[in-house]
């Protein structure tokens, strides 16, 4: 047949479909000029819609199908559903059973205009001439036939499938689903026609699921759809959908009627069926008039899904692990919704090279921060981000470590074997499973152990924490996969997927939430991150990907936070304050966070505040506020700092589109929370040494109590404040609190130095915690003390300044010289020293020595992180 034969032939064949032979006609005239590497086509089916032709490309020597869409420029929303349909088989190519697609294209004409263009154009303004869109072309993968067609054939011929056959079939028609279930998509039009059959050389069946053009995603937490105008093929109506309603479970009444046609080909044709026997279904009677099988598997499963009441047809994950459970011998069949026991070795690969790709990203993030450093002034902060990238760099498993992990999991008798599989991170393994003790579905966290002890600390830190806006904790256990106990799984409460997911998904459907909305899930963050804070948790690693959500009754999900491998209970004292007992919390020092979250002073020592905790809560809502233009952007920004750590939330009057939204509620809440630049919210070096010049000039002031801490006064502030201070006449008690400062060994030493002028000075109250003077600035400081001559009373607070032991021992040495002191009160936690410090002994003896010790709690971490003995 030659080639216009075969298009003739192709025209005649497209029926009941809105393109005419003229239209069909156009697009070969087209195709074979702009997409000339498409050749020997062949009418392959047609819809209302559209027709496909099969084809073979040249440039991979693939036969393939190509969908052929007529655009209509007075469609605009119809245009817009075929584009989407492409951009949902893309996002589903990893089920085996969604048809896949490789390209799409648009087939132009050049529109006409009244008046002919002349020779005399230039080729720029050719060019610019505008083109029309007439086909929108999709290329797939060639299937041979379709469900529908596949049971006439097999009606016509007398020949039909056997049992098994039809069972694979029915398990691989509930995977697809349950896969586009997964990310809450309905397909909204199950029906034969919309299940490809790809079949192998011995004519072996695979079920792919295609045509998703009237799918749509479940909205804003929704677990349904109202519609007032149906789509879809009627016949196939769940009762619901009659209404205008649409669920997960729409798709399952329709897929039963697929499944219960499959099963009884030969005896049930369903388009001979009436309206009076599809009614039977709501009295629990399945087509009572046919002979068919009520015995088989495959009605056991059918009869499920037609259940009348849409809440009580279960979902198809659950169907299909049901079937699975029932018939073991189908182990073998390849899932992608479902881990079972024969996909142990190929899943425990793809799940390690899933791994390592996104570790590799982490060490391309690394790069790009020592390709920064190079141009940078501030090699301070970013000599801190190599160091977090270090410590919380991530080994992948192995792919025989997922394999034995799979192999140990399936082994326990409280779990199904059949686990779902739910995501992979740099941390490890994440899966849904039954437990069968607990009666409902849970979740494991599988993760390589670092220490039995943090893994003891997180869970207590999880237990202490248990609200309803914090993942429920079912417990833990250990698995030992290359040695004893070198994994650990923790079981916790099965949710729907993070903030991030979720804020992804709506800006693909193009769905926007109000004002309202965005704050009754920012309540929620603000709600369990105080909790945590008031109970004196800090989480350490608050970001969208660690605050999960399931889906609720009202229009916005209800928030889970979770992952607590990073959160830490903060140190504290107790003190009177106006005859009240209150705690005083210290920060907790160590590699902690994500990019892009992380507060700026954090860099700057190392040491997690509340106030670090307040400013990741504070990026959380200004991304749920603004997701769509500030998420691409937050980590890149939030690595600028070489311009002062300046992150998107600045107003910048120079640009012209704003990444922020000001006027919205949740903006005010950002004023009160997210700080931008911390030095512009600090008095700074020259507001501390105004403070204390003023002060200075009380002429019999006696007693002074000045708190600057966290004020960034540095190292030129203290000794700025020092002097001013010195110049008191009369100044007998003085309390200075420069805590979290960055003054450094020459400040600290500059402070000591100045306050020991004062000639009348008898007690001494200082704060130089977390000011990173060292050995050294602890030495230098003792010994300027040591040089007040009326000092009787020294209160000194040198924690978390990494001092040791040689330290801890000069400043001992030191304040022994001094000649008047009577009674002493310091604190050395979180010093790095070492247990032979004989501190107490290093002391005359008349000195009465009091070690700040503010409850057994504290104190016992004092002696954990310091490895310090009290001594006798």
């Known amino acids: 047949m030659s ?68 655009c209509d420029d007075n469609d605009i929303n119809g245009m817009k559903q075929v584009d989407e349909e492409y951009r949902l088989l893309r996002q589903f190519s990893n089920c085996k059973y969604i048809v896949q697609v490789f390209n799409c294209f648009f087939l132009t004409e050049e529109e006409s205009s009244d008046e002919e263009s002349s020779n005399d ?13 007439l086909f929108f072309v999709v290329e797939q993968e060639f299937c041979q036939t379709n469900l529908e067609n596949f049971f006439t054939q097999c009606r016509l011929k007398k020949s039909y499938p056997c049992q098994q056959q039809k069972e694979v079939m029915a398990i691989q028609m509930l995977d697809s689903i349950a896969y586009l279930h997964r990310f809450d998509l309905l397909h909204r039009d199950i029906k034969p026609s919309n299940f490809l059959l790809s079949l192998d050389e011995k004519e072996i069946p695979t079920v792919k699921i295609c045509d998703l053009s009237f799918a749509s995603a479940l909205k804003n937490n929704k677990s349904r759809i109202t519609v ?42 369903f388009n001979e069926t009436t309206n009076e026997d599809k009614l039977e279904i709501k009295f629990a009677k399945i087509f009572p008039n046919y002979q068919i099988d009520r015995q088989s598997y495959i009605y056991k499963i059918a009869y499920q899904c037609l259940n009348y009441y849409v809440e009580n047809r279960k979902q198809a994950i659950d169907l299909l692990i049901q079937f699975i459970q029932e018939n073991q011998n189908y182990l073998a069949v390849e899932l992608s919704s479902v881990i079972n026991r024969s996909q142990l070795l190929q899943k425990s690969e793809q799940l390690s090279q899933i791994q390592k790709s996104i570790i590799e990203k982490q060490q391309k993030k690394k790069s790009e921060i020592l390709e920064l450093s190079q141009s940078s002034k501030n090699q301070k902060h970013f000599k801190n981000l190599i160091q977090m990238f ?86 833990y256990f250990y698995l030992s996969v290359n040695k004893n106990d070198d994994f650990v799984v923790y079981e916790i409460e099965k949710c729907s997927g993070n903030l991030k997911q979720y804020l992804t998904r709506l800006q693909k459907e193009n769905i926007a939430l109000t004002d309202n909305q965005k704050m009754q899930i920012a309540v929620q963050i603000i709600d369990v991150v105080n909790y945590l804070n008031y109970n004196g948790i800090v989480h350490r690693d608050i970001k969208l990907d660690n605050i999960l959500y399931i889906e609720s009754q009202s229009d916005v999900p209800t ?63 200004a991304l749920l506020d603004n997701f769509e233009k500030l998420e691409p952007v937050i980590l890149k920004k939030a690595q600028d700092y070489f311009f002062g750590f ?15 939204n000001r006027k919205s509620q ?63 006449p009369t100044l007998s008690t003085l309390s200075l609190d420069l805590t979290l400062n960055n003054i450094g060994s020459d400040g600290a030493k500059a402070v000591a130095s100045e306050i020991a002028k004062c000639p009348t000075l008898s007690t001494l109250t200082l704060w130089l915690g977390g000011n990173s003077i060292g050995s050294d ?56 020293l070492n247990g032979d410090v004989q501190f107490m002994n290093l002391l005359p003896k008349d000195i009465q020595i009091k070690i700040k010790h503010l409850n057994q709690v504290v104190f016992n971490r004092l002696i954990e992180n310091n490895q310090f003995v009290k001594q006798n």
């Not at 073979?56 to 969908?67: D, E, S, Y």
């Not at 109506?237 to 039963?256: H, M, N, Q, R, T």
């Not at 700026?600 to 400013?615: A, D, G, K, S």
């Open 121 to 133: 154009d230039s080729e720029e303004i050719k060019k610019q001439k505008k083109e029309k869109n």
């Open 777 to 832: 600035g602890a030495k230098a400081v003792a010994s300027e003390i040591a040089k007040c001559p009326t000092l009787s009373t020294l209160s000194l607070d040198l924690q978390m300044n990494s001092i040791g032991s040689d330290g801890a021992k000069a400043v001992a040495s030191e304040i022994a010289k001094c000649p008047s002191l009577q009674d002493l009160r310091i604190d050395l936690r979180n010093n790095k």
């Open 666 to 728: 949740i903006y005010d809440i950002l004023l009160k929370t997210v700080v931008f630049q911390p030095n512009n919210n600090n008095i700074g070096s020259d507001g501390a040494k105004a403070i204390a010049s003023e002060i200075a000039k009380c002429p019999t002031l006696s007693t002074l109590s000045l708190d600057l801490g966290k004020n960034n006064i540095g190292s030129d502030g203290a000794k700025a404040v020092a002097s001013e201070i010195a110049k008191c």
């Open 390 to 475: 270090d410590v919380l760099q991530q080994k992948p498993f192995k792919a025989q470590e997922y394999e034995t992990i799979l192999k140990l999991l399936q082994s326990i008798p409280k779990y199904d074997s059949n686990f779902e599989f739910i995501s992979v991170g740099a941390k490890g393994l994440v899966l849904g499973t039954f437990n069968k003790t607990l009666g409902f579905k849970t979740v494991l966290k599988i993760q390589q152990v670092q220490s039995k002890h943090e893994v003891v600390q997180e869970v207590g830190i999880m237990r202490d924490c248990q609200m309803p806006l914090v993942i429920k904790f079912y417990g």
């Open 228 to 269: 007032s105008k149906i789509k879809g093929t009627q016949a196939y109506f769940a009762p619901e959908v009659e209404k205008g309603i649409y669920k997960k479970g729409s798709d399952i009444f329709s897929l039963g009627i697929v499944l219960l046609e499959l099963d009884n080909m030969a005896i049930f044709n």
């Open 559 to 621: 928030i889970k936070l979770a992952d607590f491998d990073q959160s830490r209970k903060l140190p504290y004292e107790l003190y009177y304050r106006d005859d009240e007992l209150v705690k005083d919390y210290f920060p907790v020092q160590g590699i902690s966070g994500t990019f892009g979250y992380i507060a700026p002073e954090f860099f700057q020592n190392i040491l997690y505040t509340f106030e670090c905790e307040v400013f990741s809560v504070g990026v959380c809502l």
């Open 3 to 70: 080639v216009k034969q075969t298009k003739k032939q192709i025209a005649s064949l497209v029926v009941n479909c809105c393109s005419k032979k003229t239209s069909i006609k156009k697009f070969f005239e087209l195709i074979e000029v702009q997409q000339s590497h498409y050749t020997d086509f062949s009418y392959s089916g047609n819809g209302a819609f559209s027709f496909v032709l099969k084809s073979t490309n040249k440039k991979t020597g693939q036969i393939v199908a190509l969908k052929v869409t007529e």
């Open 646 to 660: 300046k992150i998107p939330f600045e107003q910048n009057f120079h640009v012209k589109e704003e990444l922020i």
